[in-house]
């Protein structure tokens, strides 16, 4: 999943957000077919609610923001609400044991009344007619009209969505070159690569250039959300020095300098320049 194929690229509608150059953290950047899909249903917060639309260019109604997003990332999902909730997968029926990526449906009485993804940190994002626009809403808020979930997601992609949840968490975390592994205040690249993928239980080096080492191979073409992204810096005399985790879009979240823990582009200036390798360990 999560592959870059051109029906889809020429399907996404980029947002007018900036690109991640080494920023304040937490700016937004575009939705593309090669992010996940909590970071797709974030980034399309504010988009118009429109009628029987699914796209970001027209708008969505409630099952057309689901259906746009496991669309994008190549799953086949039915287009509208009632057959979304009866699709042959994973029924989830407590709230509390819902997974980011899983689509939530609420109502009353047996009657549907919308949906949404779910996201993570008490989150679900979906059109709202009464609001004209993506929400990003509490579940709690609505837990009287919870009526259960459905889990779409592959066992790894699900993974690569925690991934992504759990580096965000550390936006703005300070940078410090050699900080010790095991604790949080502060971070260098490697260590803070080590710290996010223990805790979804992959363990991996200290060091950057012995990071790049694990998992298999991977060309820069065909990025996926969570391979691992290595770089020289001015410092490593020509060596791998330096790593971050793709995000999807040609952004990747690391932490350098100024700023600390950040998205920034790879695609364009110091990190295009000097890109090394990529390594993917989520299959």
Known sequence: MFT?????????????????AGGAAGTAHGAAADMDAVSIAREMAGRDFTKGQATPATGFDASGLVYYIYQTLDYDIPRYMNAQYKMDK?????????EPGDIVFFGSGGYISFNGIYMGNNEFAMSSKSEDEVVIRKMSAYA???????????????????????????????YVFGAKYGQTATFD??????????????TLPRVSRNQALEGT??????LQVGDLVFFTTKDSKGKIGHVGIYVGDGNMIHTYGEGGVKYSTIEKGWWNDHYVTARRLVK
């Open 4 to 20: 870059r194929k051109v029906k889809q690229a020429m399907a996404v509608t980029l947002t007018a957000a900036a690109i991640f």
């Open 144 to 174: 009287d009209q919870f009526i259960g979930a459905r889990r779409v997601l592959s066992k790894e992609d699900q993974l690569k969505v925690k991934l992504i949840l759990d580096a965000r968490k550390y936006l703005g975390t300070p």
């Open 217 to 222: 191979y991977v060309s820069r073409a065909n």
């Open 189 to 202: 690249c490697s260590s803070f690569v080590k710290t996010v993928f223990a805790q979804n239980g992959i």
């Open 90 to 98: 994973p029924f989830v029926k407590e709230s509390g044991n819902v």
